[in-house]
């Protein structure tokens, strides 16, 4: 089983729709938790990044994370056809935890038609 | 506020010869931790320097090997090519004295695009 899994999509919604992504992981000492966009070709950029359960809004996001049972959202409202890229999750332990480097889900691929 | 670059963007080797990859990070941040975006796949964590020091490793092979100078830069090696090497290279910069979630949040590089024929 790996650390953190993420359904590679793709993912085809119509424009106005609201989306969400989702990351299930596996290792309990996970505490900090991340979303990134990533265009065709470029690096990935961040867009939200949470500590405990809860919910997290930011603009059209909102992030969503549920620690007892390993599992994290994200939802997109209004999605537009610039939404379209790939969507990865990531997570670390505490940096004295021996999990301090990110980790990463394969990713989400959304596509977003006019 | 120039943010995090990399140079190359893009470069093509053949089996068996050494690269080098070399990334400035955004400005005020002393981190830089590079990874290995295989097609389809997520970022793998290669290494993080700090203080021009390795502090953490990933899973990856004694051929991958970098060095971080006292401007912050940094810089990627890879010798003896394999096939599979070939991947987006990304390099990501944090810390400084924001402290506290600001200081751990990495800001990816463009990336340096790898292939090995």
């Known amino acids: 089983q790996k650390e953190v899994e993420q359904d590679p999509g793709p993912l085809s919604v119509p424009e106005g729709a609201i989306v969400s992504l989702n990351c299930t992981y596996s290792?309990?000492?996970?505490?900090?938790f991340m979303w990134y966009r990533q265009y065709s070709r470029k690096g990935p950029e961040l867009l939200m990044y949470?500590?405990?359960?809860g919910n997290k809004e930011d603009g059209r996001f909102t992030a969503q994370v549920d620690k007892s049972s390993k599992y994290i959202s994200l939802f997109i409202r209004d999605s537009q056809p610039s939404d379209s890229a790939t969507y990865l999750c990531?997570?670390?332990?505490?940096?004295?935890?021996?999990?301090?480097?990110?980790?990463f889900g394969k990713g989400t691929m959304l596509l977003v038609s006019p | 506020d120039a943010g995090v670059t990399q140079s190359p963007t893009h470069l093509i080797k053949t089996r068996g010869q050494q690269v080098t990859l070399r990334c400035s990070p955004k400005?005020?941040?002393?981190?830089v931790s590079w990874y290995q975006q295989a097609l389809g796949q997520g970022p793998q964590f290669i290494f993080q320097y700090y203080e021009e020091e390795e502090r953490q490793r990933g899973n990856f092979p004694d051929r991958f090997s970098g060095h971080q100078f006292p401007n912050y830069s940094s810089e990627l090696n890879v010798n003896a090519l394999l096939l599979g090497d070939s991947a987006l290279y990304l390099c990501a910069s944090s810390g400084g004295l924001a402290g506290g979630l600001m200081a751990d949040t990495q800001y990816f590089g463009p990336g340096t695009r790898l292939t090995v024929l």
């Open positions: 949470t500590y405990s359960s």
């Open positions: 400005s005020g941040h002393d981190t």
């Open positions: 290792n309990s000492a996970f505490q900090y």
């Open positions: 990531a997570m670390r332990g505490a940096m004295n935890s021996g999990y301090s480097t990110l980790t």
